[in-house]
T-cell receptor
């Protein structure tokens, strides 16, 4: 079992709709969770960080964390063509071991 | 505030050579981590430096090494290059507090021929 799993996609969503990206992780002691966006040929860009169970909203983005079920998700509302990218879920194993473990990423395409 | 910078941006080497990559973190950030990204393996952690000390290391051979200077700038070295070392090498900086956010530089694209 991979430590961090994501559906590789591609995920196609119409412009203006909600895109839902999911991620599961295996290490129960994980404490910090991050979503990065990576455009083709570019480096990952941090979108959201979440540390506590529940929802965290930032503009059109909402991160959701459920530690009991070991999953974290990212919702993108009012999807725009510029949101087309690969979204990487990253998990920090635990405090004192500041290593990000990444999923393989979900490729998202927003259809105009 | 300036972001993370990496030099060089592109590099072409031949097998057996060695290479040094450089990373300057965001001002005030004390931690620098290095990652390798390939199409087959995705993003993999190499090592982390904090206050000039390696605090964490991934599962890479000893050919991969690094160091950090007193100004938090970091270098990564790969000796005896192999074809499989061709990758995007990414540096990420963070303040140094537990669990805080990591910000990536633009990366160095290394091609080994």
């Amino acid at each position: 079992q991979k430590e961090v799993e994501q559906n590789s996609g591609p995920l196609s969503v119409p412009e203006g709709a909600i895109a839902s990206l999911n991620c599961t992780y295996s290490d129960r002691v994980s404490q910090s969770f991050f979503w990065y966006r990576q455009y083709s040929g570019k480096s990952p860009e941090l979108i959201m960080s979440i540390y506590s169970n529940g929802d965290k909203e930032d503009g059109r983005f909402t991160a959701q964390l459920n530690k009991a079920s070991q999953y974290v998700s990212l919702l993108i509302r009012d999807s725009q063509p510029s949101d087309s990218a690969t979204y990487l879920c990253a998990v920090n194993a635990n405090f004192g071991n500041e290593k990000l473990t990444f999923g393989t990423g979900t490729r998202l395409t927003i259809i105009p | 505030k300036a972001g993370v910078t990496q030099t060089p941006r592109y590099l072409i080497k031949t097998r057996g050579q060695q290479v040094t990559l450089s990373c300057s973190p965001i001002s005030g950030h004390r931690s620098v981590s290095w990652y390798q990204q390939t199409p087959g393996q995705g993003l993999q952690f190499l090592f982390e430096y904090f206050s000039e000390t390696q605090r964490n290391k991934g599962n890479f051979p000893g050919r991969f090494s690094g160091r950090q200077f007193s100004n938090s700038r970091s270098e990564m070295n790969v000796s005896t290059l192999e074809l499989g070392d061709s990758a995007l090498y990414l540096c990420a900086s963070r303040r140094g507090d537990q669990g805080d956010e990591q910000f990536f530089g633009p990366g160095t694209r290394l091609t080994v021929l």
